[in-house]
């Protein structure tokens, strides 16, 4: 019962506290900027290639309607490139033509045949190319200038195996710039389409990585708070169970001597002795057998042999009439209100009864003189019982706070500190928890919490 509980209160805390940290935040911010660094750098590089390739293609088509017109010349007898040259820049589809050169292989003496001024002459990576590979190259308008593409292309010799000379043409590029402007665009939209499915398919991955990551460290941190309570429960069983044996044993051994002690008391006040002093003998006497009847009462139920209920209301006025002599010779008075309709097995019952008259004795001897104790019992709306015990006390030091339920940690002088290790492991036992609830300058709150019926 009482690891179900502190499981649901937990699991709830986990729930409440749980949110995405800033660090998932910013690793998932660093992880989309790489993807989107690296499709931006990859949809330069297509672009590039692609621009590259569409220029060859413009110039291979060139080249092929040169090497055409060159073949259809040496079959009829002709092996003139100067003439075609000039046919192939007449055709139609060659309207664009600004300038035609033409170079010997080793990129000299230039021929001008259209244009204002020859072609740049051909570097070493243009009088390099072999047949059938040209030299294409690009450049964009700027300004008033249309754009231009520039193209080299070797020309074979009559062999076939060799080069005779090199074409240089500088020809219009609108078209060309057009297509590169339809392809950049088509481009862009899917690499903005790729970051978008991309982005978010790694975002939404992130986001549950690091969530489930999160729910395992919150299941982690409340497993090890369960097991550091288990840890402290067991230690304050194993003290307080040393204790019950010794307890157990002085009833036994406490029981002869004490009928003993009351017939030596009614021995007194038969001869004659101090009215006042026998009667406050005879009353601690009393005090102490009903104490051990109690105990021996609560260790025979714990056997079963009777079982019952008791309402709540009818056991909370039990505690006023466990209130110590000497309390009640201060004008301390206890005031029992319960608002509970809990009926309690005989077992749980005696056990709570114990607790309330050891969190009543404590809070009697905090009080001031003539200041009442209270105590209330009230239902929760989730099926717990919560019952209060406050005095009006000047409430507890701060050093006392920090080892309440120790067995070494005691306020009162000689105290051992048993009374609320004790109290504690019997709520426990039936799966409370007694805790302190509040303490200041206006008096201390103690609340024992039981677990709905039947929980």
């Not at 589809?93 to 259209?114: E, F, H, K």
């Amino acid at each position: 019962m009482e690891r179900r509980s502190l499981g649901s209160g937990n699991q709830m805390g986990s729930r409440r506290h749980f949110r995405i940290p800033w660090s998932t935040a910013v690793a998932t911010a660093a992880a989309l900027a790489v993807l989107a660094s690296a499709i931006l750098f990859t949809r330069a590089r297509l672009q590039r290639d692609l621009h590259t390739l569409l220029a060859e293609r413009e110039g291979r088509s060139l080249a092929a309607l040169f090497e055409g017109r060159m073949a259809a010349m040496r079959a009829e007898g002709t092996d003139d490139p100067l003439l075609a040259a000039v046919e192939v820049a007449a055709m139609p589809q060659m309207a664009g033509i600004r300038r035609i050169t033409l170079y010997d292989a080793d990129g000299r003496l230039p021929t001008r045949l259209v244009g204002p001024e020859p072609v740049a002459p051909p570097g070493p990576d243009v009088r390099n190319l072999g047949p059938g590979q040209v030299l294409a190259t690009f450049s964009p308008s700027v300004s008033n200038l249309p754009p231009s593409l520039r193209v080299y292309s070797p020309v074979r010799d009559e062999s076939g195996a060799g080069t005779s000379g090199i074409l240089a043409v500088d020809m219009d590029a609108a078209d060309l710039e057009a297509e590169y402007r339809r392809m950049d665009a088509t481009i862009r939209r899917q690499g903005l389409l790729t970051l978008a499915l991309a982005g978010g398919a790694l975002g939404v991955a992130l986001a549950v990585a690091f969530a489930g990551l999160a729910r395992a460290n919150a299941l982690l941190a409340e497993r090890t708070e369960r097991l550091q309570k288990a840890n402290r429960e067991l230690t304050l069983a194993a003290r307080t169970g040393a204790v019950g044996a010794v307890a157990s044993h002085l009833v036994h051994g406490l029981r002869n001597p004490l009928a003993g002690l009351q017939g030596f008391v009614a021995g007194l006040a038969d001869g004659g002795a101090d009215s006042a002093t026998v009667a406050d003998a005879s009353a601690t006497a009393r005090r102490m057998k009903s104490m051990i009847d109690e105990v021996v009462r609560v260790l025979r139920d714990e056997d079963g042999v009777h079982a019952y209920e008791i309402p709540m209301a009818e056991l909370l006025p039990m505690t006023a009439c466990r209130l110590p002599a000497s309390a009640a010779g201060r004008g301390i008075r206890v005031e029992a209100c319960s608002e509970s309709g809990r009926l309690l097995p005989n077992r749980e019952a005696n056990l709570v009864l114990l607790i309330a008259e050891n969190l009543v004795s404590n809070a009697a001897e905090g009080s001031p003189d003539g200041h009442p104790v209270r105590v209330t019992a009230v239902d929760h709306p989730d099926g717990s019982l919560e019952l209060r015990v406050a005095d009006e006390g000047p409430g507890l030091p701060e050093h006392v706070r920090a080892n309440l339920f120790q067995p070494t940690a005691s306020t009162k002088p000689g105290g051992s500190g048993l009374g609320l290790a004790i109290t504690r492991r019997l709520a426990v036992s039936i799966g409370g928890e007694v805790s302190l609830e509040s303490t200041g300058p206006q008096g201390t709150v103690f609340l024992l919490r039981l677990p709905p019926a039947g929980a």
